[in-house]
DNA sequence: CTGGATGCAAAAAGTTTGCACGCGC
DNA sequence: GCGCGTGCAAACTTTTTGCATCCAG
């Protein structure tokens, strides 16, 4: 995990620098910050954690470098039932089971529903490219 | 369909009733146009249509109306890749395919997908409520 | 008549943009 | 030094709310 960490960090330097953009503090410490850890974070909450670390930074800079991120391929900006956008790492592929009460999100995969996912795409004439798929309902403490 | 749709608008005015809430005009008339067509709007485009019909409404009455058919489990908010809202009337269950390139939203339904779903959201422990599924791919056209 | 419903405008919430200044390269 | 990047504030977009008035029951 650390491994991987330093692996996508450096991904992400690569990624500036073939662009010619440049590869500032701000920058990499949003980055360093959300590699690092695992979840959905809203760029307000990414914001708040960042700026304990870097604390003259705007939320622009969030915004902006989030953004940048995404178009690196490294995190993926997701809408779950709310309006606001959430943040998340994007590595190995999964889906999301959300309860419905408390918040909770669990990961989770499937080999099966992903091949029946591509057959259904093909059958109404559509070349699959990604999917999102999301379970909601209570969980074991809140059933 | 207009059999259903007369069914449904019917169940609405129930709704109405036994909250205690009053069957207004403009309620009367987003509710006929919304529970008569089928696809994705936003309140925008609601808005637009159901003005031409009632041309004085508000924009807060379209939400405000939209939240009561959400409520009457007539209709459902969703959230596709952008943050703004559309509405979907609620019957029979399906999922959505959608293009990338055009825009374009095909419905199915696939039961095999469906019980495994089931399946999944059991392993962790989660009674399953309702679920998204969403598949992003070029259409027939746009490929 | 009376309380809920409406339309308007203002406020919120979330996100983007313009701009002058600052700092990587 | 040049030009991209930053922080700030203002603009924008989408949705909600406060309020005076209106109208369904």
New binding site residues.
């Given amino acids: 995990m650390a491994i991987d960490e330093t692996v996508r960090l450096d991904s992400f330097r690569d990624f500036?620098?073939e662009?010619?953009?440049?590869?500032?503090?701000?920058?990499e410490e949003?980055a360093r910050w959300f590699l690092g850890v695992n979840g959905h974070f809203?760029?307000?909450q990414i914001f708040a954690q960042v700026r304990e670390i870097?604390p003259?930074?705007?939320?622009?800079?969030?915004?902006?470098?989030?953004?940048l991120l995404c178009e690196a391929g490294l995190v993926q900006?997701r809408?779950f039932d709310?309006?606001?956008?959430l943040y998340e790492n994007l590595s190995a592929h999964h889906d999301h089971c959300i309860c419905t009460e408390c918040g909770r999100i669990e990961e989770f995969e499937n080999d099966q529903i992903e091949s029946l996912q591509e057959a259904a795409a093909e059958r109404l004439g559509f070349s699959l490219v990604s999917h999102r798929l999301e379970l909601y309902g209570l969980c074991r403490n809140c059933r």
């Fill in positions: 500036i620098r662009h010619g953009l440049k590869n500032t503090h701000q920058r949003i809203s760029a307000e870097e003259g930074i705007g939320f622009s800079t969030v915004y902006r470098t989030m953004r900006e809408h709310k309006g606001e956008a």
